[in-house]
């Protein structure tokens, strides 16, 4: 074993045992992560991420093979270990109900920090966070990037020489995202701390000094990210039509077989190929004289699809027309001048938007923007304070029951029955919605097909990996076919393969006719949006089209600016005190 290595694993093994049959986590792992680095561990769902934070923690024990932490035997000494590293792992326990600076005590008292070095090391991590001005309000009341840099403090209380990071921006928006990264950049740079962190952000990788690509509990490889983008040179391209809306062309395009990943990027799509050369768009778009083929340079993230997409084709899904009681252009979801109101806090104040039926419309902030809770006023699950709230024709204040009638809504937070199988929560859910036996049964065929359930219909859904438990979650809130789908954060930490499969649904139920308002913190799925609504403190700061949004950032310095820059730059503005530009 290496001695620059602050963490190695050799021929590592983990089983684990489920329903009576015992499933392989780790198989054979061997890999090293360089001390004074940042190396990132990316893998689909299920990939065996977690199980190696925990193991290299030594909170687990291998079934075979040796783990060597800062020099240290683990599983000859767990608790060294535990000693001599920081660990912050998806769901940090913070204590909601103690302010910032109770929980930073309450962690300083877990990991035995003397009492004279609490007070400087508090204002280092006060300082580095951004938190220092909020040390006497509660956890519960942080958003949530403040929540994961709260998180990250007490991890680091006392200082450690591993940092154990199991995908700490999942969930928060693109400036704490960025401001997170910053704070770990700097650990490493100033402070010499190695890192050790997954994520579901494939841009993310990009960051890393060297990358650990795993699926299905096996090491795939591990390099630098450019060891795995180079050797796509060839085979990455731009495609873009006028005549065409993005979605459509992106959709023909990955019906090709010579493509491997068709996905929206920007204005154009980005397409992926098994061999170096451009795609044949003949087949698909044999009356478009104007398409764009351009070669481009390819990301990690081109390189992470081509390795882990199988063979199977993605199934396209088909959705049925429900019935409706709008057309095709008419409003179907009017707010105007709403606010909700907690005490004398206004988690929305005056946001006024309009959606028309068969619009994919994003709903886009930072943590604590108001997002959610406009949601939930939309769904009639929370009253608004002030305005107006009008979902297929029917005033949410007045009616609100016919108005849930034809809407379905899936949760930022997964919220089936964990202890119902698959088949027993979809049973459910069409029962509650009212249909009859014959229906209930034909719709549970349905979601069991369409989705690509049917080998776990008989599995509890706690069991379902992330994207699984997302896929049932989706089936649930449509087996009544809802005119209108309310998506809050329906990807969130769900990795980029089930990313893909879970917008080819949306778009599909688009194309039917179906009404989507959609929350994320992925920008690149701001592109798929027909207009986007963002939101500050509460507050519409803009609404557009994804082109509209990202033209007024255009400049000669930034001539081709992400949705990302745009969200970033409206946020920045707005903390500026520049004023909103709605």
């Known amino acids: 074993m290496s001695h620059s290595a602050a963490l190695e694993f050799e021929r590592l093994c983990k089983f684990f045992v ?56 683990v599983v000859a000494a767990p608790l060294d270990v535990q000693a ?10 913070l204590y909601e109900d103690l302010s910032v600076q109770e929980n930073l005590e309450l962690y300083a008292d877990l990991h035995g920090v003397v009492a004279r070095q609490r007070s400087e090391r508090y204002q280092e991590l006060m300082h580095m966070t951004g938190l220092g001005p909020f040390t006497g309000r509660l956890a519960g009341r942080l958003s949530g990037g403040m929540k994961q840099k709260l998180g990250l403090a007490c991890t680091l209380v006392r200082t450690p020489r591993l940092l154990l990071l199991d995908e700490p921006t999942v969930g928060v928006d693109p400036v704490s995202r960025r401001e997170l990264w910053g704070i770990i950049n700097r650990l490493v740079e100033e402070e010499g701390l190695s890192v050790l962190l997954s994520t579901a952000y494939l841009d993310e990788a990009e960051r890393c000094d ?60 980005r397409v992926v190929t098994r061999e170096a050369k451009p795609p044949e768009l003949g087949a698909v778009l044999a009356n478009d004289s104007q398409v764009r083929i351009q070669a481009v340079a390819p990301v990690f993230e081109d390189a992470f699809v081509a390795a882990l997409k199988t063979g199977r084709s993605f199934v396209e899904p088909e959705f049925s027309q429900p019935d409706r ?54 769904c009639g699950l929370l009253p608004a304070t002030a305005g107006e709230l009008y979902v297929a024709g029917r005033d949410l204040r007045r009616a609100p029951a016919q108005a849930r009638s034809r809407l379905g809504y899936m949760a ?9 199988t698959v088949r027993e929560n979809l049973r459910f859910f069409a029962s509650a919605y009212g249909l009859d036996r014959r229906r209930r049964r034909e719709r549970v065929d349905w979601a069991l097909t369409t989705f690509e359930l049917e080998g776990y219909g008989n599995t509890r859904s706690g069991e379902l990996s992330l994207g699984y438990k997302q896929r049932l ?25 089930a990313r893909r499969e879970f917008w080819r649904r949306i778009v599909a139920l688009a194309e039917a006719g179906v009404t989507v308002l959609v929350t994320t913190h992925f920008m690149d799925e701001a592109n798929y949006c027909d207009r986007l609504a963002i939101m500050s403190a509460g507050a519409l700061l803009a609404e557009g089209s994804p082109a509209e949004l990202k033209a007024r950032f255009r400049s000669a310095a930034q001539p081709s600016p992400t949705m990302e820059d745009a969200f970033i730059q409206l946020i920045e503005r707005q903390e500026r005190g520049d004023g909103l530009a709605a």
């Open 18 to 73: 489920s329903d009576g049959m015992r499933v392989a986590a780790l198989t054979d792992v061997s890999i090293a992560a360089q001390a004074g680095r940042i190396t990132g561990l990316i893998g689909p769902d299920a990939a065996g991420k977690t199980t190696l934070m925990r193991l290299a923690a030594g909170l687990l024990l291998p079934d075979r093979g040796e783990i060597r932490v800062l020099g240290i035997d």
């Open 210 to 269: 060297e990358v650990v690509l795993m699926h299905a509990g096996r090491v795939l490889g591990q390099g630098s990210p450019r060891s795995f983008s180079d050797p796509m040179r060839g085979r990455a391209f731009h495609v873009s039509s006028p005549t065409l809306a993005k979605r459509i062309l992106q959709n023909r395009i990955a019906a090709l077989p010579e493509v491997v990943d068709a996905v929206v990027d920007g204005e154009q799509v």
């Open 412 to 420: 930022q937070r997964f919220s089936l029955y964990v202890n119902l």
């Open 325 to 378: 009681s709008t057309k095709s252009g008419d409003v179907v979801i009017e707010v105007s001048g709403v606010q909700r109101r907690f005490g004398e806090f206004y988690a929305v104040k005056d946001v006024s938007f309009s959606v028309r039926r068969g619009e994919v419309f994003g709903l886009l902030g930072a943590n604590g923007a108001g997002k959610s809770t406009t949601f939930r006023m939309l």
């Open 473 to 497: 979650a989706m089936a649930a809130a449509l087996m009544h076919e809802p005119e209108i789908l309310f998506l809050d954060e329906p990807t969130s930490g769900v990795d980029p393969l």
């Open 84 to 93: 001599a590293v920081g660990y912050m792992p998806q769901r940090f326990g």
